[in-house]
């Protein structure tokens, strides 16, 4: 049996009900052999492909006896480094949070606007040596944009993701960028590299986003054809959700794959975390 998992996501306009009936949809051509290339086109991107897409390979790799990574023709995985997340806070909540995790080496934190510059001089006084990445979940207007970017720079942010609405896109053209700027809600699939090459200088990868890891292959392969970093990230999900994106960020500068760490209970063969570090997962678990 393969095993796959998504994370249907509302802002995207999804809902768990939806989905599942997406995916029960299709289980007598599943049970016939639907294929992964033939799954592209009857499915959209999304939650519901991404679950089927990642069961398929992963019950090829039963059937077959070999890896994933091989049958995707991937270097062998190992370890990886994710950021984890300081959740959004007042700074003083989030200086707090960041003391306690001032060891990991890299820290992802949620801003909003007002108050960020204090919120990530909080966090740098409680981590002076971690490395630091913002998400600004769409939440500036260029106004802040521009206030608040050099003063990030001067703390030692490496990057910010997604600082505008996807509807302001476009004004990211006449914006000085002093740090990367990374896409995530402005790109979820490989046809969307082309028109975010040159605006942003990442792209955040997820497979809930792409719709599995067929496209997810696709997605990494533009993007690097284009000269656009990749950062794989993932949903709030558990270590099978993460399992495939594991392969996908072996060369990545920077990875959000903290999810399990959240979760007051995993699945069993749950991906091993030593710290911030994440091992390749088990075959017990996927691929």
């Not at 995916?23 to 679950?51: D, F, H």
């Not at 409680?126 to 939440?139: G, Y």
């Not at 991906?271 to 997962?281: N, R, Y």
Request: glycine share 8%.
């Amino acid at each position: 049996m393969g095993r796959g998992e998504c994370v249907p996501y509302a802002r995207y306009g999804e809902t768990v009900q939806e989905v599942v009936a997406q995916i029960q949809g299709l289980a007598g051509e599943v049970e016939a052999g639907l294929g992964r290339e033939e799954l592209q086109t009857r499915l959209p991107p999304g939650a519901a492909r991404n679950a089927v897409d990642c069961a398929l390979w992963d019950l090829e790799a039963k059937i077959r006896h070999t890896p994933v990574w091989q049958l995707a023709n991937l270097p062998e995985p190992t370890a990886v480094v994710s950021a984890f997340t300081i959740s959004l806070d007042t700074p003083r909540g989030m200086e707090s949070a960041a003391r306690k995790e001032a060891a990991r080496p890299l820290l992802k934190l949620k801003l909003t606007g007002t108050g960020d510059v204090q919120r990530v001089e909080a966090v740098r006084r409680a981590a002076p040596s971690a490395r630091l990445i913002v998400d600004a979940n769409e939440a500036w207007s260029t106004t802040t944009f521009t206030e608040v970017v050099p003063a990030l720079a001067e703390l030692g942010v490496e990057m910010i993701e997604q600082p505008l609405p996807v509807r302001d896109d476009k004004r990211l053209d006449q914006l000085d960028r002093p740090l990367p700027i990374c896409a995530d809600e402005s790109c979820h699939t490989s046809s969307d590299i082309a028109s975010v090459a040159g605006r942003y200088d990442i792209v955040n990868l997820k497979l809930d986003k792409t719709g599995g890891f067929t496209e997810a292959l696709r997605f990494k392969e533009a993007a690097q054809r284009a000269g656009v970093g990749v950062m794989v990230g993932c949903m709030m999900c558990t270590s099978l959700g993460l399992a495939p994106a594991i392969l996908l960020a072996q060369d990545t500068r920077y990875n959000d794959l903290d999810a399990p760490l959240w979760l007051r209970r995993d699945r069993e063969h749950a991906l091993a975390f030593d710290g911030s570090t994440v091992l390749p997962p088990h075959a017990d678990l996927w691929g």
